[in-house]
């Protein structure tokens, strides 16, 4: 069915068909080749997610030659389209200068965009900018809301974050009550500095 309807002009069937079927294998032989000319076919019909996996495709090489300017130029017209993934993953591409030029304000940017569209990996990143002060301003109290909000999202990173700043009263009170139990929230998450500094509380 999917076949059927993404070869009539159906951009979701295309992205579905992509994902699904050659991308995972489910109904039919995996293969890269065929998921990355369907992500295609969907991301030149305007298909947002689409572009974002397209993007994903020349960023591994996956389907396709590597080609991390073409990643960047998927990655941006997804983010545009208001992909939040799209957003974070354009981020890292300024973060890095993957594709296009390094730019650290760039990234704020798109992180700042991600964050406020709930993905929590970005909310994290843009906490960590405004901790270091890169790309913005150094502002504590933003980024402990920031890495607050992350936490509270089951980012594990953000939660070991959340307690360095309860630990040290980083853009909020000192708390060792409350920086001992996002340690804790970390750890049982799987964050390994977490255990560590849990580990050093124990001693």
Not at 35 to 47: R, S
């Amino acid at each position: 069915w999917f076949q059927k309807a993404a070869e009539n002009g159906n951009k979701n069937a295309m992205t579905s068909l992509a994902m699904i079927c050659y991308k995972n294998g489910e109904g039919t032989e995996k293969n890269l080749e065929k998921a990355f000319h369907w992500y295609q076919k969907a991301a030149e019909n305007g298909d947002k997610n689409a572009m974002n996996n397209l993007a994903i495709c020349h960023e591994n090489g996956e389907g396709t030659e590597k080609n991390l300017e073409k990643a960047f130029y998927w990655f941006q017209k997804s983010a545009e389209n208001g992909n939040k993934k799209a957003m974070n993953n354009l981020a890292i591409c300024y973060e890095n200068g993957e594709g296009t030029e390094k730019n650290l304000e760039k990234a704020f940017y798109w992180y700042q965009k991600a964050a406020e569209n709930s993905n929590e990996v970005a909310m994290n990143s843009l906490a960590i900018y405004y901790y270091n002060g890169e790309g913005t301003e150094k502002n504590l109290e933003k980024a402990f809301h920031w890495f607050q909000k992350a936490a509270e999202n089951d980012n594990e990173t953000a939660m070991n974050n959340l307690a360095i700043c309860y630990k040290n009263g980083e853009g909020t009170e000192k708390n060792l009550e409350k920086a001992f139990y996002w340690y804790q929230k970390a750890a049982e998450n799987g964050d390994k500095k977490a255990m560590n500094s849990l580990a050093i509380c124990h001693e």
